[in-house]
T-cell receptor, first 113, second 115 residues
């Protein structure tokens, strides 16, 4: 069965610190997709990134970077030089090709000025 | 605004009453999903549609819950005889089915409070 684990319930950092959010997944499928979403205090889930199971290239987008490692079933998310606006709950999710998402329980990130 | 919209944004009801929520997906998206999110948890899948066909329902969706997407556009989620345990945020999402893009775009949610 599919499962996503985000062991970090809450993380607090001071602005400009780097922070890594961990995500570990379980699936028996050979083709699957991994996602990160941000949920700010307003509540709406915002799509950040999607990775395919057959593409292990890491990705960088501005201050955000993602490290996908199939060998350890992990898809970690790093924010460099964090800002107060990064404060939110971040969810990792797993899906089959076009189906439902399995979400982790989320990591609440607090960035203090 | 071409995003996913949901109405109402908030609903307070008394136990035993029926409630109905509406979701309008992004117009070109064929797939529509419903999730439920309780405090401190990630969204949990309830059901999804491909056009007007309901393709999968979670075991979380008891017989008090019903969802429809009559013309393959907007969808409604109805909860009959609400219980306090139904209090949650109900999220709708839509996704395209062309190519490899399958990320889901979420609406703002409907927060249900059952008194």
């Amino acid at each position: 069965a599919q499962k996503v684990t985000q062991a970090q319930t809450e993380i607090s950092v001071v602005e400009k610190e780097d922070v890594t959010l961990d995500c570990v997944y379980e699936t028996r499928d050979t083709t699957y997709y991994l996602f990160w979403y941000k949920q700010p205090p307003s509540g709406e889930l915002v799509f950040l990134i999607r990775r395919n199971s057959f593409d292990e290239q890491n990705e960088i987008s501005g201050r955000y970077s993602w490290n996908f490692q199939k060998s350890t079933s992990s898809f970690n998310f790093t924010i460099t030089a964090s800002q107060v606006v990064d404060s939110a709950v971040y969810f990792c999710a797993l899906s089959e090709a076009l189906g439902k998402f399995y979400f982790g329980s989320g990591t609440k990130l607090n960035v203090k000025p | 605004d071409t995003g996913v919209s949901q109405n109402p944004r908030h609903k307070i009801t008394k136990r035993g009453q029926n409630v109905t929520f509406r979701c309008d997906p992004i117009s070109e998206h064929n797939r529509l999903y419903w999730y439920r999110q309780t405090l401190g948890q990630g969204p949990e899948f309830l059901t999804y549609f491909q056009n007007e066909a309901q393709l999968e329902k979670s075991r979380l969706l008891s017989d008090r819950f019903s969802a429809e997407r009559p013309k393959g556009s907007f969808s409604t989620l109805e909860i009959q005889r609400t219980e306090q345990g139904d209090s949650a945020m109900y999220l709708c999402a839509s996704s395209p089915t062309s190519g490899e893009r399958n990320e889901q775009f979420f609406g703002p949610g409907t927060r249900l409070t059952v008194l």
